[in-house]
């Protein structure tokens, strides 16, 4: 199973209604660790589902590379409760912030899931 391409699209376009917002540009891994996985607890439990985190575009990172954009990508990947994520518009951040959109907490299976016959 996997994402619906239609949801995919209505998130990179912005079509989902921004519930709340997170900045952990400037911040350490750790403390960047620490602050999303907070967030993303907070944010399943009050029902929020589309997020919006900035995370900088790493002109200031040791080596200028973005080292916090590629650590969020990574944890991201592996939280169980995330179901997309992509770059924000160019008016809210572009490469320096992503969308993230989560499973809604209410359901037990989503409704965004694409269902496969067998």
Do not use: M
Request: with cysteine; proline share 3%.
């Amino acid at each position: 199973p996997g994402i619906q391409k239609r949801v995919l699209q209505r998130l990179r376009s912005g079509k989902f209604g921004v519930d709340v917002e997170l900045d952990l540009h400037g911040l350490t891994v750790d403390e960047a660790k620490r602050r999303l996985a907070g967030f993303l607890r907070g944010c399943l439990a009050d029902g929020y589902r589309c997020l919006h985190l900035i995370h900088g575009k790493g002109y200031r990172s040791e080596g200028d590379y973005p080292i916090l954009k590629n650590r969020i990508n990574l944890w991201l990947r592996q939280h169980p409760d995330v179901l997309a994520f992509c770059t924000a518009k160019p008016a809210e951040g572009g490469t320096g912030a992503i969308y993230v959109l989560l499973r809604d907490s209410r359901n037990k299976t989503d409704s965004v899931f694409k269902t496969e016959s067998v």
